[in-house]
């Protein structure tokens, strides 16, 4: 009932542009995931024109969905994939590249947190152990390499596991809970003294040159994201502002530099375009291989973190309402844009996009989750 009149409420104060602006419903959302699951492939298990890694998002969103939103339409879709994908690529979602076995491990995390199925808790525990035990070296004075024999550290690597060792942290109990707290610690404070945080614009570098500096190359969206999420977490678990500070850094970063007219923006795939024939092994999709199917998937990363620090904000921390006025207008940019024939959100949110995939409907579905509970699910 309060979900209702607080939409009604909005209709009234903005007459104009109540179509647009509508708060996202579970209906909608139910809707979006039916788009998603038509590019699922029951016998293998994971979906058409996505990749290993990307697969963990899309379930993700499954998990997300019924979490925050009460659609648990698709939950079993969640336990089929497990039991199909976990003989790939090596058993066990263990594939020596660490980001990718990391996005996995915070899959398993939500779906123990959706299911309460220990399972899962178990296979991301492992998984954690598996990168914690390979991926760390001295190197740089610390920090995870990117893969096995790669000794390129990154910031999306060292960003996702610290955001693993958090969510473990947080269903953890005692002396584990401390030992995974002690590697999100660990990893957070050799990441702002690694030089690949740029503290004038708050924004990430991709990673390191081999002097252990900053490349200073291609920011994206989602190692803002990976790393807001985390310092939400930690300041659940801890209370320490330092986090509260940090999190605030990295998210107007993301406003003043990976924004455009207020809508998240892709820049660094976006100033690749080209226009390339159709690429026929991803349907709808021009432009340059190297946005697909990752960088189309970026935007739902940072949204569903900046909605995880919006519910972690003290109550009247005006920060809030700038969170709330920022997802309101990423709502309605991806509710207003173009769809293409199979209905899915472009890159592009709120304009035609020269990419619709299977990752830029995920994005918008994380976008939309992350409306919800920002602008719907925390105002009850």
Not at 6 to 28: E, H, K, Q, R
Not at 78 to 98: A, D, E, M, T
Not at 126 to 141: E, L
Not at 250 to 262: K, L, M, R, S, V
Request: net charge neutral; charged share 20%; hydrophobic share 40%.
């Amino acid at each position: 009932m309060k979900a209702i009149l607080s939409i009604i409420l909005f209709f009234l104060s903005n007459p104009a542009n109540a179509a647009v602006y509508a708060p996202p419903t579970p209906a909608m959302i139910r809707h979006e995931l039916e788009i998603l699951q038509t590019q699922y492939r029951k016998l293998l298990g994971s979906y058409k024109n996505s990749g290993w890694w990307n697969d963990a998002h899309n379930l993700e969103a499954i998990l997300n969905a019924s979490r925050y939103v009460g659609v648990d339409d698709y939950n079993g879709v969640v336990g089929h994939s497990y039991g199909l994908l976990r003989f790939r690529p090596w058993g066990n979602f263990i594939n020596n590249i660490y980001d990718d076995e990391s996005w996995w491990g915070i899959t398993w995390v939500r779906a123990y947190q959706v299911t309460g199925n220990l399972k899962y808790l178990i296979r991301a525990t492992r998984i954690h152990k598996q990168i914690a035990n390979h991926a760390w070296t001295n190197t740089c004075g610390g920090g995870l390499n990117w893969k096995f024999l790669r000794k390129y550290k990154n910031s999306i690597t060292n960003g996702v596991f610290l955001e693993l060792s958090s969510l473990l942290a947080e269903v953890s109990f005692g002396d584990e809970r401390k030992y995974y707290l002690d590697w999100a610690y660990k990893v957070f404070d050799w990441v702002l003294q690694s030089g690949m945080l740029d503290k004038g614009t708050g924004l990430f570098a991709d990673g390191t040159l081999s002097d252990c500096s900053s490349n200073h190359q291609l920011d994206w969206t989602f190692i803002q994201g990976v790393y807001i999420g985390a310092a939400a977490t930690l300041f659940h678990l801890d209370g320490k502002q330092r986090w509260l500070d940090l999190g605030k850094s990295f998210i107007q970063g993301a406003w003043d530099h990976q924004t455009e007219n207020g809508i998240l923006f892709e820049k660094s795939c976006h100033d690749s375009y080209t226009a390339t024939p159709w690429t026929p092994w991803v349907p709808g999709f021009v432009g340059q291989p190297s946005c697909m199917p990752d960088a189309v998937l970026y935007k739902g990363i940072f949204m569903k973190n900046l909605a995880l620090f919006y519910e972690n904000l003290p109550a009247h921390d005006p920060f809030k309402q700038k969170i709330e006025n920022f997802t309101r207008d990423q709502v309605a940019a991806i509710e207003s844009g173009p769809r293409d024939d199979f209905g899915f959100v472009g890159l592009n949110w709120g304009e035609k996009s020269v990419i619709y995939s299977t990752s830029s409907e995920t994005s918008g579905i994380e976008g939309l989750i992350s409306g919800y509970r920002i602008l719907v699910r925390n105002k009850n």
